[in-house]
């Protein structure tokens, strides 16, 4: 067998893959082969580029993204002239969790003054909740640190999303011990984005990602992949 013909050989035989470019999304250590990365998966998919998954705190996601470290997070708007927020995929709304007997605790956000709430890092509940001083909010990482700090009566509440956190404490089995708050604050939707960064490769494909985003948004793949994932 000739040198030539063995060179063919191989190039046609090899994955597929060789001849893609690789990025790296970024998603939490707790949900490494959840919905954020099956979100990444499909938008490799479409644009025909392989995505390697790198967990890392919320906090560390974006000074790496910032860095050009990595190439593509999950985050809500924020005023920064590094990141590059591309359409908005979803919108979403924070619950407010309780322990069970103090599911009807709450009735406003004034009851709320002198309890300790957690909140993710970055994350926006609503303006009456943000500006309200009289709150001991506390910034937790991880949300299965939000379930067990209630749990163990460190906090009094915390907010997240309710198809997330329903699913890890079910999963934690603290369904009846930990619940959603009979009242909830106001019905404020916040857009969740894809996020790059001016120093990533990938901004090279912005224009494209950008309608991958908005023809699965369009045509509902995005609210599939969740409905699939929560099923």
Known sequence: MSRIFALVLVLITLPSSYAKEVFIASVSPEFTEGLHARYFNYLAAKLGIAIK?????????????????????????????????????????QQLF???????????YNSLSGVAIANSIDSKISKQYDDNI???????????QKILLLDRQRIDGFFHTRPSANKKINEMNLSDRIVESTWQPAKELKPLHFVTSKQSSLLKYRA????????????GDFDKIRENYYR
């Open 53 to 93: 998954i790198k967990p890392m705190p919320l906090a560390r996601r974006v000074k790496e993204l910032e860095k050009g470290s990595i190439d593509l997070i999950i985050l809500t708007h924020r005023d920064t002239d590094e990141l590059v927020f591309l359409p908005s995929y979803i919108r979403l709304r």
């Open 98 to 108: 309780v322990r069970y007997h103090d599911k009807d605790r709450f009735n406003d």
């Open 134 to 144: 009289d709150i001991n909010k506390v910034t937790v990482s991880a949300l299965k």
């Open 208 to 219: 494209q990602l950008s309608q991958v985003i908005i023809d699965g948004k369009n045509n």
